[in-house]
């Protein structure tokens, strides 16, 4: 690897790992992992969240050597074995962050990565509010709690010299543009960006909307939606040197965005 100033994050979030895919899971970490200070994954690991499927994940980190952070996404919460799926994930070293935060020791760099899955609850002109059917507000309050922990993950980590924040759902509609309207209520929540508007991280990354937009922004925060599908291509790559967050990641594989088209 060549002498460079900053340090290097690898990004992806979507990848929806199955038998199907293991292949190409295992050949895609195992490139990237050359040229990154640390892989960061924005949840939807897996397709149903089968602990058998994190097992591809699994195996495709387990000899890596730097390390890998993720947080969960709404699929690996469907089959209602999550706790099996963060078990096999951890087994293999990789850091599940859920509501909390870590510290990685990159060089002489402590990169503070303060993650959770967030959830739903809109934009503005969209936003559920909290009211009604105890249900209802019970959606309401898990946003809460999503947001109130960025919040605890962030001051947290003030000191750390770089701050990351890493999410599945969405914490701005300029990242989902270009999916239908009609379902951006059920791809974030503005809540889950206030924290990042009072502590200004370095970058924000998350997944989720597989028709979004790549590049988008809270204040002067760069956010950025590393969805397998909007990226068309294995990861992005960040360096992050003074405060400062350079896109260098490789360019799109032409092919490689059809053949990830999947449901959200
Ligand atoms: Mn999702």
Request: overall charge negative.
């Amino acid at each position: 690897m060549t002498k460079r100033a900053g340090i290097r994050v690898a990004a992806a979030g979507d990848i929806h790992c199955s038998e199907e895919n293991r292949a190409a899971v295992a050949s895609a970490f195992a490139e990237v992992a050359g040229g990154a200070d640390a892989i960061l994954l924005a949840g939807d690991l897996t397709t149903y969240g089968e602990p058998e499927q994190a097992e591809v994940l699994a195996d495709a980190c387990r000899d890596l050597q730097i390390p890998v952070v993720t947080v969960l996404g709404n699929h690996d919460w469907h089959a209602n074995r999550a706790e099996e799926v963060v078990a096999v994930l951890s087994s293999a070293g990789i850091v599940v962050l859920d509501r909390g935060w870590t510290v990685l020791d990159c060089g002489e760099t402590a990169v503070g990565v303060v993650g959770t899955k967030g959830f739903v609850g809109g934009f503005p002109d969209s936003t559920l509010t909290d009211f009604g059917e105890p249900i209802l507000r019970a959606v309401y309050a898990e946003t809460t709690d999503e947001a109130e922990a960025l919040e605890r993950g962030l001051e947290a980590v003030a000191d750390c010299p770089v701050r990351i924040v890493l999410l599945h759902y969405a914490p701005t509609s300029l990242t989902i543009e270009g999916e239908s309207p009609g379902i951006w209520p059920f791809l974030g929540s503005d809540r889950l960006g206030r924290p990042v508007v009072e502590h200004r991280p370095h970058l924000v990354l998350h997944g989720h909307a597989h028709a979004g937009t790549y590049e988008g922004f809270i204040g002067a925060v760069p956010v950025y939606n590393v969805s397998l599908s909007v990226m068309g291509r294995d990861f992005a790559i960040f360096e992050l040197e003074d405060g400062a967050v350079r896109d260098v990641s490789p360019r799109s594989r032409a092919g490689e965005t059809q053949r990830r088209k999947e449901v959200q």
